[in-house]
Every structure is written in structure tokens, then in C-alpha cells.
């Protein structure tokens, strides 16, 4: 199985352990990820929020890539990118005057075939494989999963799953063999859109998602967003008091390749500001050993 | 006195009526006369011993006066308004009487009473009368008389009552009730008095205790002053006619006083005024419900 | 000797639970007169009912009380199961030992001992129930509908379609009502006119209807099925045989700026007058108060007065001399649908009502009530379906439009929601969009109360589609500033006061009982509430009858109503006569009063507090033909069974059947067991 | 003439009421339903209206034994039968004026007018009749008139 | 005491209602305050304006207020609320908007650190195509003023090898510029 691969800004930077990790995952379940060439940032947060225009242009001429590049379908694992390009892809498809702008505006072909996916509904579709897969070292583990709000919203967009009770990610993580938990939490906004420019709102937010997780007993929370990682993973230490447990969070990818008896290493964990130690510990066999720090 | 005779004789030797009820002398006084040849005219007296209402003879429950053909019948002012109340509720129909009104200066209590009526001996509904000319009469005989003696003591006496506690008030009509013989009276002379069978003498069921005992007693007299309530015409004849002399003229003073009071209401000879009980008002008073 | 069947039901745990059924049972079968006392789950259920048939089969019972639930609730039922067994129904009473006694104590013995009193007392009354027969009354199958709006409209099509006589009463010179006024109707925006005069005309020709228009109610006496109405036929001053309708006495009236009251006083009329071009019927009336004829004749003006309508009738249908006219008509129901009127901010109010001293009391000028918009937005309005300001005639650029004038506002006296402006004001901020495109409506609202099949959609519309600026809030004052109205109110969403600038403010405001509805509720015995509209006999159950039975109700006499429901009331109102008409007689409970002739003394005093007028005056002969005497006699048909004869009569020669005194009394006497 | 405290509780009035079918003895009935507890001193004789309720019926209960009676029906302008109520509030101003003046303690007799939907009312018209009449204690007077004390 | 405007007569200026609908497609008149949008909103304990209040204020009109509301700015564009709007008003859709308009009328009241955010984002995404986060980071603490914020975490970024220290342009950058450039101008070409 071959699938366009538009890994967006964050996994080549600050969120490298996410396509460390996919590919990792994508290797084991023999999914070759074709990385769209000469792929262009999506405008994320900043185009959306002051040009409506260049919000849609940006990831068009992505999507105008994927379908010269002869891609059916795209994958965007960061939640932003796939919010972006999957909006803009419907934004198209539904005012065909904004379609018919579209060539001259990105300067290239295009006719809006390509479908775009997100990591979960990617790895949601690969179930029987992963449940082969995976072996036992997550029995007993606990996971919280985080969608946060750029993966479900808006329903008409992200029509993956129900956008206010989604099931796909808890399925995925059952596959693995891990438990996933119930708690209130997980269609929460993080803040990510004010992380930079305004923390204390980001603080706030993160403080309750990690309080309610903590709460429902899960021993990380898994997330498929590069923001929300960065959020409740770096923002962390910022987010807990003094006596608050540290909560791992985990990209899905990594829960999977963890699943899949894939080195720690391999899969980027040492990148993480906050420790998976805790969680590391109970991985049958036991994995620390194999953990750089 | 003469010119009462005369129109007597008129009305009965022209035929106009078969009897003419009025007073005559009698061997203790004044009494009630029923005239039925002109002859007999002479005989009619009016005076302050004339103090029987005549006008219960006018109560169709009363067979042998209809025998005797139409009747013309005296009144005093007070009297009228039985008559008035027998045409509201009719029991007499207007062209069946001829109405002779006398002007009245008072009556003494007792119809043997002597001459001249004082305050000691005039009927005590009298002082202060305000129903000396009667309105309700096809003939007005006589000259206008002078203010009856003494001054009205009744509404000193209500007042007394009224300011006992509840536990005296109830001492002093027991009292006052305990002398009551059933001996219904009060109930024959009244001219307002017209049922065919007295709720008082029902049996089935029998709401008042008929024989003489404080029970029945009591029930009896609220259920009179009830039944009177709007429609006495205070001539006083019950407390006259009562042998045990129970003060019901200060019952039915008391309730005079309530329907004035509540419903604007006095007893007037004028027949085309509706009498209170049977009718209502939007805005009765109804301070007493919760 | 009595034979009396004591049934005392547990209602489950309902009765059982606090008052000891078996004991209860058990003390009544001491009674002297009972002849079987038991207790059960459920008296009620079939096996219940089929103890009673049982014992009054095996134990020849003479009567029957059960002691259970209040007798509003099962007080039939044990009655039919008595019937069925061969007992008198009206042998049977119960004993309320649930609403009355278990469910509100908890001390099991004090319950107890009260059910025990409760079903005693009713064992002394059955002992003298007597067997009664249910009444039964001759139907005369004619309708009087009074009141010829919409509602009374359908009222008279649906018994008339349905085979019955009408006889359609409008106290205006034409039918039609204020729907003939409207311009559009809400959700849908269809002519009002349009829809209506194709109605209007059917009542006109329809062979089974007889419409009385320019006539009233004067007097009404009877009973269900046997109604006899007395009507005043006002009189035209035009000979409605000869009169062709050619408007020529019109064009000849010399007095020309009447208000005209279908215009809302916008439009101007002669003195005589149909009141809208499609009027029914289309003849004139004269207006005496305004006509030139009249007023000189009033003054002792014996020549030259006017007549020009007189001259100008080539039919010499104009007659002064005409009188008003009576008719007594028998019908066998009544639907009364006399509609609505709108309360005016003024300061003059009828008693209990306030006006808007903050409003100005109506003295702003441009300041107009609902139904005067809807004169100016009528195509056959005072300007043609313009919307022109009254006082200049220009077209206004900002209305404000002010929901709940008047209504739920109890401090000036109506506490009430009119139920219909939430969905006009939408309609006339729609309307004035269409007609003005470039002008604001505003709409201070309260809430919207839009629950009709299509409704919140409409006013979405108004809103979504028409611009109309919906502020939450009441306005608390109004007053001119050169041409504009300021309106000041208070925005409770965004929590702030504002000020808007009006060219013209419209107000919806309350919707009140017809004028006269008391009398006309007093002459039909029916009862109406605070504020003057008609009581329903039951507010889910009975919804189009009054407690009179025979009287119907259907409209805004009842309560403010819209044109669909006024017409589900109209047609509900005629199914349930057409449903009396089937029948050749009626059927009623014989809970009537009984006048004992031989006692009567015929003071009639019953005769003046009957509610009913069921008292008449019979005479009483001897056998030689004599006249003895006049005395009351009930008649049981118009008899409602109140009671308040009996308690009246001096000497108690009437009584009240299933309620005799001598059943009150041995209840009242059981009271020391 | 008010009961000494001891007495007063170990006393239990007895109280008649008289009510009218479609008003008070609905709202009686919604007390039930509502489960409104009140005091069980009051035993109910239904009437169809309180046009129907006769003074006779109060001299009545008082000679059986009655410490208390009520009469309620419906509401001015509420009367099921369009003015019963109106010539009962008649009837009974003057009936109550004149027991009055015999001397009858007025708080023996309650007058109200309960609708059907008020319940509650009708517990605090209950509850109220009964603690006057508890005050008062027996109502030996009439009763001496039978000859009998309580 | 504010005193409302009308929509027409005398402007000739479109209402903001009439402006957002045609930039949003929404029609902001729909929204009949319910509040559903407020009360899931994860910043309406921060913000003076929740979302219903914007579209109130949008419904009377009230441009400057909201173009000059620090409130539009703090919206995470989250999208709750648009998925639980009942009128699908699409209270975020409309608060962009509000923003691209602050931006174009009034760019003063544009918080600081939220355009220099913005601007230093698109900048590097301009420049080479692609986010180049180091390069976003010096250029933010910059032109936000915020000189020291968050100065720490850069060390552990790199410890991490979460930072590049080189950009690298895309082939097609010019591409992207052109893209940037269009987007800009037809944005400046607006009524």
C-alpha cells in the first residue's frame, strides 16, 4: 500500500519524533509513505486567521501537487495540516467559483481529486494489521486519547468520525492492546493556536486535559496533533504543581510502534520534554532497558 | 275616624269589596275588625291602640278571609310595608286589595294601653319612626299626627350586646330562649309568615326540634331571624304576640340593621323594590371568607 | 330495611398503606343497614367490579357505596357497574378515601378512624337515595352562531354543510370581522381577502344558513336543545329587499370624513355606508350619529333636511323611518364567537386596566396599533398598501415595532400573552421590508413565541431574510423629538440601554374580550373569567364548551387566538352540535331540582336565584277548575342542578335530586357515630 | 374562653365541611394528589355548589356535635353554575352576623372560597379551622343545649 | 447609552451582517443567542466578548467596537462552536473574517505578539516556502517585543534535535511567493 505523505512543517522540526515514529509504524505495516515532492508549508494557524484566501491557496497548491504526483489520497499526520488542507479541500469542492479561482491563483493545475487523511483514520483502516501485529507489552496500560480539535472539527470537514463522540483512536489504541479510558476531555481545546502568544491561556486549558486524564487513571495520553504534543508535552512542566505525577503524552505512533516491539529509540521518544519513564517501565517486556535515558 | 267610616261604607255598599279589615273596640282595648255590611261601618276606630298589623289577614294561607270577597284593609306606614311585601312575593296581587292607609303618631305596645301614649307606653319600634306616612294605599285617611313619644332604645341596646364577649351574648339569648314554648306565635302573627308548611313543622327530615328544649329553640330563632332577613317590615307583632316575652324585635332590629349595612337595603312599601336575599351583587362585601 | 354493600378499595398501596381497609370494612359491616362489607386491591379493576355485581346479584343490595378515590374519578364507572347488575345507578355513591383521607395523613390510625366517618356518612346518605331516571329532552336541530368573523364564519359552513338550520348573528353592518382587515396572513403571507370573501359569500348563499347581519343577541332563554333567542335586527335606514347595492346613495352623501372603522379611523367614509367594497351583505347603513338627515331632524329641523341618498336610490330603498326590528328564533345550540378587541394605551381604560402614561397615552403622533398596520399594508387600505406615516404622509425609514403592549404586563392589569403578536409583528416587519426596501424594522420582544406548524420558521425569516432587528427587552418610555419617536429601551442581551430613532412605532397590543361579552355571557349563563373571555367548561378536555350546556365556544372569545386555531374551535364547536343533533332527544343526569307543588307557597324566591331561569309559574286547580294558587315548577331540562333553590325556599319544598335534604341531613347526622 | 394548654392538646376537634363539588372539593381532591398532609380533623360533605349549602346544614352539625364547620366553594365569578356562590356569600354574611350576635364564637366558622387548583389553600383553610377550633376547645355551649357535655 | 443604528438609509455602506455574509457565506442574522456557542467555548473565561456576544454585536452593527475587540483575537479557532451551533452560524468563520477585516481597517488594534506571531509565521513560510521554526522564533521575539519569553525551551529544542539551525528552501518557492502575493492583492481589491 503506497499513500501521498504530506509531513507538514512540524514533523520536520519541533515534532521529528512523529514522523520518526509513523514510519517506523508504516514499515511494519507495509505502507510505503511517498512524501509529496516539494511539498509547501499549509499557512496553518497564521493564513487562517488573517487571510482567508491564502489559507485555501496554501495547502491547494499542495493538493494540486499530490494529484500531478498521482496520489489518490494524501496523508497529513499533524492534525493542523490535515485541518487545513482537508478544510480548504471541502471549502473547494463546495463554491465552485472559489474552485474555478483556484489554477490561477496557485499558478497550477488543478481539479480537486485528492482525498486527504489524518494519522488516525489512516491507522484505523489498517485494524486487523495492527491487532496482528501487536504483541502483548501494552496489556494493563491505561491511555487517555486526546483529540483535542483540529482532528474532529468541523464535522463536515473531518467527516472521519463523530466529531462529539468519536470512537476511531480509542479502536486504534484497543488494537494495540492498550486500554484506553473514559474521560471528559478529550474533544477539549488545548490553546495551541495562542501557545506562542499568549501561554497563560495554554497553561490553563493544558492543566485541566492533563488533570481530567489523570483522573480517569490513564497512564499517558496519546495524541495525533504536533500542537497539542507540544502543548501538554513541553508546556507540562508549567501545567502540574508540585506533587503532580508527570503524564507522558505520547504521539499515536508512538503508542503503535511501542506495540509493535519497536525500539524507543526509534521511535523518538528521547525527543519528549516530559518523561515516558513511567510508562516505559510497564511495557512488557520491560522496555527501559532499551531507552537511551 | 269619620272619614275611615265613611269610605268603608262607600267601598262596601258600592260592592268594591266584601270586607273591609280594620280596627274596632274591643272589650281589652283595640281589635282587628273584618266589616262586611256597610252597616257595620261605624264601627271601625283608629287611634294609638291600633297597633296590630292587619295585613297577615291579607295571607292567602288564610281560606276563611278569602270568603269573604276582596278586601280593603287599613294600614298604618309600618303596615304598608307588609303589604308590599306579600305584592313582592306574590302572595297578593295589587288589584285584588284596596289599601286604605291611616297617618299614624305612634302606637302604644298594648292595644289596651291608655290615652295618652308616653314614652312609657309606646310600642318601642315607634320613636323615631320614619314610616308614618304610608305611600302604598289607594285612599289616605286622616290628619298628619305629631312625632310619636320617647326617644328609639333598641340600637343602645344592640350596641350593648354587641360589645359583650360571645360567651355573654350566648348567656343572655339562652336566657332569653329558654322561655320559648313553641308555641309558634310569633310565627301565626307575623304577616311576612305565609308558607304553606313551616320548615319548622318538617318531619322529614325534621331540621328543627319542634317540642320546647334549648336545642330546637336555638334553631328555631336563627332560622326565623334567617327567614326574616330582608323581609320583616319590624310592625313588631312576634314580640307582641310572644307569651314568653322574648325580645325579638331586637333580632329583627339586628337584622335590619345588617341588610342596611351589607346590602343597602330597608323595608320600604314600595313593592317594586327588590328585596336583598334572592338577589346579589358582584361586589358584596366578603370580608368574613377566607 | 336498607340493604347496603360497603366496598372499600386498597387502590393498591394508595389507601392501604395508611388506612386500615379491613378494619374500615369491618366497622362499616356493623352498621345497622349493611348488608355485606368487604375490602380489595382494586375495586376498580374488572374483578372488582365483578365482587359489586356479584353481591348485588347474591346479597340483593338496595345500594351501594364504595369507599376509594375521589367520585371524579370513578364515580361512572361504579355507577355503570351497578346499572349493569340490574341496580339503580344512582344507588351507588362513593366514599373518598384516597384524595381526601390517605393521601394526606400519615397517622394510620387517625386515617383510619376518618374513613370510617367518610364512608359512614355516605351509608346514611345512600340509605335514602332514591332510583332515578335519566332525563331526557327534545332537540330542536337549529344553531345560533353569534359573531361573523372567521371563526363564526366556519362554525355556520360546518353545521350548515352538515344539514343543520343556522342562524349567524353580526352585530356589524357586515360580516367578515377584523380577519376582513388583515392584510396578509402569517406563516404563509396569503391575502387575507382572498381567502376570506370566498366564505363570506358561501355563508351568503348557503340555502341552510340565515344571516342577521346589523343585528345582537337581546335575550336568550331555554336550555340545550330547546334555546328560544330574541334578536334585535338594528335598523339600516335601507329596505335590504329593495336596495341593489349600487353604491349611487353613497356617491351622493353629502358628509364624507366619517372615520372609517374598517380603516381603523385612517380612511375616511360617508354617513352611509358599506363598510368595504366586498361587504356581505352589500347594502348600506346609515349612520345616524354622523348623517346629515338625522342630526337636522334631532335639532327640530323640520325642512331641508338633506335626503340626498334618498333622492339619489333609484330603488327607493332609503327609510328613515326605519325602527329596530325583533325576532325570536328556537335553536337547539349556540356557538358564540364574538371575538376580539384591542386595548388602547389611553389613558381612559375600562376598570382595572392602565394605559401607557410612558407611551405618551397614545397621544404621539405615528404611534398605531396592530391592526391600523394593517390598514396601511392592505392593498385596499386608506393608502393603498403604502406605508405612509398618518400624521405627514411620508413613508417612514425606521419602524419600531413593540411586542407585549399591554400583555403580560400585570401591573396595567393583563397578565396575560395575546398569543398572536409575536407571529404579526414578524408578518409587518416582512410586509414593510417588501414595501420599503431600504427601511429598518425593529422589534422590541419579550420572547418569541412562535409554536405553530411553520411559525418560528416565519419569524426566523423576518429576521434572517428581511432584515428585522429583534431587541430583547421592554421599552420603557417613548417620547417625539421634532419628527422622530424616540423609543428607549433596555437590551437585556447585550445588557445595555438603547435609544432608537423612529419615523413610526407600531404596537402590538394586548388582544381583549369584545366589548359587552359580560352581558351577553350573563344572558347565555355562562361564565367568563377576570378579564372578560369565556370559561371552556374544561381547559383540556372540554375545550370549545361552556359549562352551560348547549353553548359553544369558538375564537378569540375564549382566549386571543389565531386564525387556524379560531378555525379548529369553529369546526371543533360545530362537530360537537352536529354530534348533539344526531339525536332525536338528549340524555342528562337527573341531578335536577323537584318543586313539591302542594307545599309551595310560590314566593319565588327560587324563581330569582335560579342561574338557569329553570323556574316557571304554573297555576295549581281544583277539581271544579279553580285557581288555588301559583307555585314554582323546575324545568328539568334547563335544570343545572345547583342546588341553590333549595337552600333558598323558606319552607324547603324543592328539592334537589341525588342531594336531598333529607340526605344531607343523615350524613350530617351520622356525624356522632 | 380558650383552652388551657394541656387540654388543648389532648384534644381533637371534630369539623364538618361543606363544599361544593367542581372547586373546593377538586382543590381538596389536588391536596390528595399533590400529597399535601394536613390535619385529619376535617370530614368533607360534598355539595354540588355552595348555592346548595343551607345555614340549616351548620345549626346541624353544631347540634351533632360539631367543634368546627367549613364552607367552600369556588371563587367570585368561578361558580361551576355561574352565581351560586354569589347568593351563598348572601345568605351567609347574614347567617354568620347573626350567630354572631347570639353569641356564637366566630372562629367555629370558616368561609372560603378554594378553587380547583388550589390545594395548598385548601390544606391551609383545613389546618387553620382546625387550630382555631382546638383553641376554643369543645364546643360545650351548644352542646349543653342537648343536654350533653362533650 | 448606545444608540443603534440603522442598516439602511444614509450609510450607503453595507451592514457588517451584510459584509461577513458575503465574505462567510454565513448569515449572521441567523444566530438567535442562544448561547450554546459561548457556553463551549474554551476561552469564554478569558475573553470579554464571548462568541454570541460577537455575533450580537455583529446583528447591531457595531464595527468599530468589534474590529477593535481584543476578544477576536484570543479565539483558538477550536471550531466547538461550530459544530454546536444550531443556525450553523459559524461564530469562528465569522470571527476570522472579523480578523482579516481588523487587520485591513484597523491594524493598530491587532494585539502585538499576535501579529508579530502571524506575521513572523507567514514571513518564514514566505521566504523559503516551509516553516523555519528557529527562524520564526528570532523573528517573533522581535517584532513581539518578547525578548526573553520561552528563551529557555530553545537549549532543550535543540538537545532534542527539534530545531534546525539551517533553512532550506523549497524548489518552488517563487511559486509560493507568487501565491502570497495574489492572495494579498485580491484581499486589497475587496469593496
Known amino acids: ?293 | 275616624m269619620k272619614e275611615l267610616q265613611e269610605l268603608a261604607r262607600t267601598l262596601l255598599s258600592s260592592g268594591t269589596v266584601g270586607v273591609v279589615i280594620g280596627w274596632e273596640e274591643g272589650p281589652r282595648g283595640a281589635r282587628p275588625a273584618f266589616i262586611t255590611d256597610a252597616a257595620d261601618s261605624s264601627r271601625l276606630i283608629f287611634d294609638h291602640r291600633c297597633t296590630h298589623n292587619l295585613a297577615t289577614y291579607l295571607s292567602p294561607r288564610r281560606p276563611h278571609m278569602a270568603r269573604l270577597g276582596k278586601a280593603a284593609i287599613v294600614v298604618k306606614g309600618c303596615d304598608a310595608r307588609a303589604v308590599a311585601g306579600l305584592l313582592r312575593e306574590t302572595q297578593v296581587k295589587r288589584e285584588d286589595v284596596v289599601i286604605i292607609g291611616v297617618r299614624c303618631g305612634g302606637v302604644a305596645a298594648d292595644p289596651a294601653g291608655a290615652k295618652p301614649l308616653t314614652a312609657e307606653t309606646v310600642a318601642e319600634r315607634c320613636p323615631g319612626c320614619t314610616a308614618r306616612e304610608p305611600h302604598l294605599a289607594d285612599h289616605v285617611v286622616g290628619e298628619a299626627q305629631p312625632e310619636p313619644p320617647g326617644a328609639p332604645t333598641r340600637d343602645a341596646r344592640i350596641a350593648e350586646l354587641d360589645a359583650m364577649s360571645a360567651p355573654k351574648r350566648w348567656a343572655f339569648w339562652q336566657a332569653e330562649f329558654a322561655r320559648c314554648i313553641r308555641c309558634n306565635a310569633c310565627r301565626e302573627v307575623c304577616p311576612m309568615c305565609f308558607c304553606e308548611r313551616c320548615v319548622g313543622d318538617k318531619t322529614e327530615p325534621q331540621w328543627l326540634e319542634s317540642s320546647p328544649h334549648p336545642r330546637g329553640n336555638f334553631a328555631w330563632h336563627v332560622t326565623r331571624a334567617l327567614h326574616q332577613a330582608g323581609r320583616c317590615v319590624d310592625c313588631g307583632e312576634c314580640q307582641r304576640a310572644c307569651p314568653a316575652d322574648i325580645p325579638l324585635g331586637l333580632l329583627n332590629r339586628k337584622i335590619a340593621g345588617i341588610v342596611a349595612d351589607r346590602f343597602d337595603y330597608r323595608a320600604t312599601d314600595d313593592p317594586t323594590v327588590p328585596a336583598p336575599i334572592g338577589a346579589f351583587s358582584m361586589s358584596d362585601r366578603q370580608e368574613f371568607i377566607l | 330495611m336498607a340493604r347496603i354493600g360497603v366496598f372499600v378499595c386498597h387502590c393498591g398501596e394508595n389507601i392501604g398503606r395508611t388506612v386500615d381497609c379491613a378494619r374500615v370494612a369491618e366497622e362499616l359491616g356493623k352498621l345497622p343497614g349493611v348488608a355485606h362489607a368487604i375490602d380489595y386491591k382494586y375495586m376498580c379493576s374488572d374483578p372488582g367490579q365483578a365482587l359489586i355485581k356479584q353481591a348485588i346479584a347474591e346479597k340483593k343490595l338496595t345500594g351501594v357505596v364504595v369507599a376509594a378515590c375521589s367520585p371524579h374519578m370513578h364515580e361512572k364507572t361504579f355507577r355503570r357497574a351497578c346499572g349493569s347488575a340490574g341496580l339503580n345507578p344512582f344507588l351507588c355513591e362513593m366514599a373518598n378515601v384516597r384524595e381526601h383521607c390517605s393521601w394526606i395523613h400519615e397517622d394510620r390510625d387517625a386515617a383510619t378512624d376518618k374513613a370510617v366517618d367518610l364512608a359512614r356518612f355516605i351509608v346514611e346518605k345512600v340509605k335514602r337515595n332514591v332510583p332515578l331516571e335519566t332525563i331526557r329532552i327534545p332537540v330542536t336541530k337549529r344553531a345560533l352562531v353569534i359573531g361573523g368573523g372567521i371563526a363564526g364564519i366556519q362554525a355556520a359552513l360546518d353545521l350548515a354543510d352538515g344539514g343543520a338550520e343556522v342562524i349567524l348573528v353580526e352585530k356589524e353592518p357586515s360580516i367578515g370581522g377584523h380577519m376582513s382587515q388583515l392584510s396578509e396572513t402569517f406563516p404563509t403571507l396569503d391575502c387575507s381577502q382572498c381567502i376570506l370573501t370566498p366564505r363570506m359569500v358561501e355563508v351568503y348563499q348557503h340555502p341552510n344558513i340565515k344571516l342577521m347581519a346589523y343585528s345582537e343577541v337581546a335575550e336568550v332563554g331555554g336550555y340545550i336543545g330547546n334555546f328560544d333567542v330574541k334578536i334585535r335586527q338594528k335598523a339600516r335606514y335601507v329596505d335590504a329587499a329593495n336596495c341593489n347595492g349600487c353604491g349611487a346613495c353613497q356617491k351622493a352623501c353629502i358628509v364624507r370624513k366619517v372615520p372609517s372603522e374598517f380603516d381603523e379611523k385612517l380612511g375616511k367614509r360617508t354617513a352611509i355606508y358599506v363598510p368595504f367594497p366586498q361587504a356581505v351583505p352589500n347594502i348600506p347603513v346609515i349612520d345616524r350619529a354622523s348623517c346629515a338627515y338625522f342630526k337636522a331632524k334631532a335639532k327640530g329641523v323640520k325642512k331641508d333636511a338633506c335626503g340626498k341618498c334618498k333622492e339619489a336610490c333609484s330603488k327607493g330603498a332609503i327609510d328613515y323611518e326605519q325602527a329596530d326590528t325583533f325576532v325570536t328564533e328556537k335553536v337547539g345550540a349556540i356557538v358564540v364567537a364574538t371575538g376580539y378587541t384591542l386595548y388602547s394605551i389611553g389613558k381612559d381604560q375600562p376598570e382595572g386596566l392602565r394605559g401607557y402614561g410612558e407611551y405618551g397615552y397614545g397621544t404621539i403622533p405615528d404611534v398605531i396599533d396592530g391592526l391600523q398596520f394593517e390598514r396601511l399594508a392592505s392593498a385596499s387600505g386608506p393608502t393603498a398598501g403604502k406605508i405612509l406615516r398618518p400624521s405627514d404622509g411620508k413613508e417612514p425609514k425606521r419602524i419600531v415595532f413593540l411586542q407585549c403592549v399591554g400583555s403580560r404586563d400585570p401591573a396595567k392589569g393583563i397578565e396575560y400573552c395575546s398569543k398572536i403578536c409575536c407571529m404579526y409583528v414578524a408578518k409587518h416587519t416582512m410586509l414593510y421590508r417588501h414595501k420599503v426596501h431600504d427601511g429598518q424594522a425593529t422589534v422590541f420582544y419579550m420572547d418569541i413565541r412562535a409554536n405553530g406548524k411553520g411559525y418560528d420558521e416565519f419569524v426566523r425569516r423576518a429576521i434572517e431574510e428581511d432584515g428585522a432587528r429583534y431587541v430583547r427587552g421592554r421599552v420603557s418610555r417613548m417620547y417625539r423629538d421634532g419628527e422622530t419617536i424616540k423609543v428607549q429601551g433596555f437590551d437585556t442581551l447585550s445588557g445595555e440601554p438603547v435609544v432608537i430613532d423612529a419615523d413610526m412605532v407600531v404596537l402590538a397590543t394586548a388582544i381583549r374580550p369584545q366589548p359587552g361579552i359580560e352581558q351577553l355571557a350573563q344572558k347565555l349563563s355562562a361564565s367568563y373569567d377576570a378579564h372578560g373571555f369565556f370559561n371552556e367548561a374544561h381547559p383540556k378536555l372540554r375545550p370549545v364548551e361552556t359549562n352551560t350546556a348547549g353553548v359553544y365556544l369558538a375564537g378569540a372569545c375564549q382566549a386571543p387566538r389565531d386564525i387556524p386555531d379560531s378555525v379548529a374551535m369553529a369546526s371543533a364547536a360545530a362537530a360537537k352540535i352536529l354530534g348533539l343533533f344526531s339525536k332525536a332527544e338528549l340524555e342528562r343526569e337527573p341531578t335536577v331540582a323537584k318543586v313539591d307543588a302542594a307545599l309551595c307557597a310560590g314566593c319565588f324566591h327560587c324563581e330569582r336565584v335560579c342561574p338557569y331561569g329553570a323556574i316557571t309559574r304554573i297555576e295549581v286547580r281544583d277539581r271544579k277548575g279553580n285557581l288555588v294558587k301559583i307555585v314554582a315548577e323546575v324545568n328539568p331540562g334547563v335544570c343545572q342542578g345547583c342546588g341553590t333553590c333549595q337552600a333558598t325556599c323558606p319552607s324547603k319544598s324543592v328539592e334537589l335530586q341525588g342531594f336531598t335534604d333529607e340526605q344531607i341531613w343523615s350524613e350530617i347526622n351520622a356525624l356522632l357515630a | 374562653m380558650a383552652l388551657p394548654a394541656e387540654k388543648i392538646e389532648a384534644f381533637e376537634p371534630r369539623i364538618t365541611a361543606f363544599v361544593c363539588n367542581w372547586c373546593t372539593y377538586t382543590g381538596a381532591d389536588l391536596a390528595g394528589t399533590s400529597r399535601l398532609q394536613m390535619d385529619p380533623n376535617v370530614r368533607i360533605i360534598r355539595l354540588p355548589c355552595t348555592g346548595r349549602i343551607d345555614p340549616l346544614f351548620v345549626i346541624k352539625a353544631f347540634e351533632r356535635g360539631a367543634d368546627g364547620v367549613i364552607v367552600s366553594g369556588c371563587h367570585p365569578a368561578d361558580c361551576h353554575y355561574t352565581s351560586g356562590n354569589y347568593h351563598a356569600r348572601r345568605r351567609f354574611a347574614v347567617f354568620n352576623e347573626i350567630l354572631g350576635f347570639l353569641g356564637v364564637e366566630p372562629e367555629r366558622l370558616t368561609f372560603s372560597w378554594v378553587s380547583a387548583s388550589e390545594g395548598q389553600k385548601w390544606r391551609e383553610v383545613v389546618n387553620d379551622a382546625t387550630a382555631r377550633a382546638r383553641r376554643l376547645g369543645p364546643f360545650d355551649a351548644f352542646r349543653a343545649l342537648a343536654g350533653r357535655s362533650a | 447609552m448606545n444608540s443603534m443604528e440603522p442598516a439602511h438609509g444614509g450609510h450607503g455602506r453595507p451592514t457588517l451582517a451584510e459584509e461577513l455574509r458575503r465574505a462567510t457565506g454565513r448569515n449572521p442574522a441567523r444566530c438567535y443567542q442562544c448561547g450554546k456557542c459561548s457556553a463551549g467555548c474554551p476561552m469564554a473565561s478569558e475573553t470579554a466578548l464571548r462568541p454570541h456576544d460577537v455575533m450580537r454585536l455583529v446583528s447591531q452593527d457595531r464595527r468599530e467596537e468589534l474590529l477593535a475587540a481584543e476578544s477576536i483575537w484570543l479565539c483558538l479557532t477550536c471550531e466547538t462552536c461550530v459544530d454546536r451551533c444550531p443556525n450553523e452560524c459559524d461564530p469562528a468563520r465569522t470571527i476570522d473574517a472579523l480578523r482579516e477585516m481588523a487587520s485591513a481597517e484597523a491594524p493598530a488594534s491587532v494585539p502585538r505578539a499576535l501579529a508579530a506571531f502571524h506575521r513572523s509565521f507567514l514571513d518564514q513560510v514566505r521566504l523559503t516556502g516551509r516553516l523555519f521554526e528557529l527562524g520564526l522564533m528570532a523573528e517573533y521575539k522581535l517584532r513581539s517585543g518578547a525578548l526573553f519569553a520561552d528563551v529557555t525551551a530553545a537549549p532543550g529544542m535543540v538537545s532534542r534535535g527539534k530545531l534546525g539551525f539551517v533553512p532550506h528552501p523549497i524548489k518552488g518557492v517563487k511559486e509560493v511567493r507568487r501565491i502570497f502575493d495574489a492572495c494579498e492583492r485580491a484581499n486589497q481589491e475587496k469593496p
Open chain 1, 1 to 293: 500500500m503506497k499513500v501521498g505523505y504530506y509531513p507538514g512543517c512540524s514533523l520536520h522540526g519541533t515534532s521529528r519524533e512523529f514522523d520518526e515514529s509513523l514510519r517506523a509504524v508504516a514499515e511494519v505495516l507495509g505502507v510505503e509513505l511517498a512524501e509529496i515532492d516539494d511539498w509547501s508549508c499549509c499557512g496553518a494557524t497564521s493564513a487562517h486567521a488573517t487571510n482567508h484566501l491564502l489559507s485555501v491557496a496554501l495547502p491547494a497548491r499542495n493538493l494540486a501537487l499530490a494529484e500531478s504526483q498521482g496520489h489518490a489520497e494524501v496523508l497529513a499526520p499533524c492534525a493542523a495540516c490535515y485541518n487545513r488542507l482537508a478544510g480548504a479541500r471541502h471549502e473547494i469542492a463546495t463554491d465552485a467559483a472559489l474552485a474555478a479561482r483556484m489554477p490561477e491563483l496557485i499558478g497550477r493545475p488543478f481539479a480537486n481529486t485528492v482525498a486527504v487523511r489524518n494519522v488516525v483514520e489512516v491507522l484505523h483502516g489498517l485494524l486487523p494489521t495492527i491487532r496482528v501485529r501487536a504483541g502483548q507489552p501494552l496489556a494493563g496500560i491505561k491511555v487517555a486519547c486526546y483529540y483535542g480539535c483540529l482532528l474532529v472539527r468541523p464535522a463536515e470537514v473531518c467527516s472521519f468520525d463523530d466529531a462529539e463522540d468519536p470512537v476511531t483512536m480509542e479502536e486504534v489504541v484497543s488494537a494495540t492492546g492498550a486500554t484506553p479510558v473514559a474521560w471528559d476531555m478529550r474533544l477539549e481545546c488545548c490553546g495551541g493556536a495562542l501557545s506562542v502568544s499568549r501561554t497563560r491561556s495554554v497553561v490553563r486549558l493544558g492543566r485541566a486535559i492533563l488533570n481530567d486524564a489523570r483522573a480517569a487513571g490513564a497512564d499517558a495520553i496519546v495524541v495525533a496533533c504536533p500542537m497539542c504534543h507540544s502543548n501538554l508535552d513541553f508546556r507540562q512542566s508549567a501545567m502540574v504543581r508540585r506533587g503532580e505525577a508527570a503524564m507522558p503524552v505520547l504521539f499515536l505512533s508512538e503508542l503503535v510502534g511501542l506495540a509493535f516491539g519497536v525500539a524507543p529509540d526509534r521511535l523518538g521518544l528521547r525527543r519528549h520534554f516530559t518523561s515516558a519513564r513511567s510508562l516505559l517501565d510497564r511495557v512488557q517486556p520491560p522496555a527501559a532497558a532499551r531507552e537511551v535515558r
